[in-house]
């Protein structure tokens, strides 16, 4: 069981970037996805999840309307797309599996990717 999550990078303040969690090993049908990012001494912090039932969708409230959470089951990869990039935006992200319903403690997550790094700077 293994999640991949790519797409990280340097971006200027105002740029985009899409993140990509992509499972193996298993089916992400019937998992919640979370992505989670930390930055240097600072917690894990949920930035934005999706259920795997009725796709419902959560996001913090310093991304909202800036990050879109999105999954393609046939590809069994889910997305974060980040629009209008902030520098508090820079951390390493991570994405997490769970069974079924969003949480969103990172504790409650069984199974977690390596980790991106996302710099956000001019």
């Known amino acids: 069981v293994q999640l991949q999550a790519s797409g990280g990078g340097l971006v200027q303040p105002g740029g985009s970037l899409r993140l990509s969690c992509a499972a193996s090993?298993?089916?992400?049908?019937?998992?919640?996805i979370g992505w989670f990012r930390q930055a240097p001494g600072k917690e894990r912090e949920g930035v934005s999840l999706?259920?795997?039932?009725?796709?419902?969708?959560y996001y913090a409230d310093s991304v909202k309307g800036r990050f879109t959470i999105s999954r393609d089951n046939a590809k069994n990869t889910v997305y974060l797309q980040m629009n209008s990039l902030k520098p508090e935006d820079t951390a390493v992200y991570y994405c997490?599996?769970?069974?079924?319903?969003?949480?969103?403690?990172?504790?409650?997550?069984?199974?977690w990717g390596q980790g991106t790094q996302v710099t956000v700077s001019s």
């Open positions: 999706i259920s795997s039932s009725d796709g419902s969708t």
């Open positions: 090993g298993f089916t992400l049908d019937d998992y919640a």
């Open positions: 997490a599996a769970r069974p079924w319903i969003i949480a969103t403690m990172a504790e409650f997550y069984d199974y």
